[in-house]
């Protein structure tokens, strides 16, 4: 059972347009929320993330959005730029020292020239 | 060497060989993290080492040993695989404080087993 769950596997934005990533997750428990990129052949790089006692987190032109009664979460990137081109993953944790991560699939951006 | 890194990046072996995968993190972290990619699947945690002490097994195959020197260094010691073992792993470390969660990854072994 995936617990935590990104339904679209790809998205294809044009270039200075918002690319709006979703995830959505099960867990109650989970109150600590990431996302990471990952370009071909290099490993997850940490991107932004959220505490559930925040509903928004911003950072240059990344801004995580998590809506708590609905178990959804979101990342936005405005503008969009080509070197934004990979693959996103939803990541969250159940906090309280806790420190495993569980991860969706990801969401293969592409940011069309 | 800064970051999280990996050795080697791709592996081929067969079925009977006995491999190792490293990994060494220069952050200053204490914890650290195996992780597995296979197609179209989530990332899948293996293993994880606190402070150099396993805390979690997540049903891994005892074909996998881990091994955790000390808090920069991690291995995977892999032995009588199979070919469905086939996948990225993935090392990570973190530092274990407060409320950071943040997982720092190295670029991965790109393991096939014939």
Known sequence: DQQVKQNSPSLSVQEGRISILNCDYTNSMFDYF???????????????????????????????????????????????????????????????GSYQLTFGKGTKLSVIP | ETGVTQTPRHLVMGMTNKKSLKCEQHLGHNAMYWYKQSAKKPLELMFVYNFKEQTENNSVPSR???????????????????????????????????????????????????
Request: aromatic share 12%.
């Open chain 2, 64 to 114: 996998f040993s881990p091994e955790c020197p000390n808090s920069s260094h991690l291995f995977l010691h892999l032995h009588t695989l199979q070919p469905e073992d086939s996948a990225l792993y993935l090392c990570a470390s973190s530092l274990i404080s407060g409320d950071s969660y943040e997982q720092y990854f190295g670029p991965g072994t790109r393991l096939t087993v014939t």
């Open chain 1, 34 to 96: 990431l996302w990471y990129k990952k370009y071909p052949a290099e490993g997850p790089t940490f991107l932004i993330s959220i505490s559930s006692i925040k509903d928004k987190n911003e950072d240059g032109r990344f801004t995580v959005f998590l809506n708590k009664s609905a178990k959804h979460l979101s990342l936005h990137i405005v503008p969009s730029q080509p070197g934004d081109s990979a693959v996103y993953f939803c990541a969250a944790s159940e906090g309280a």
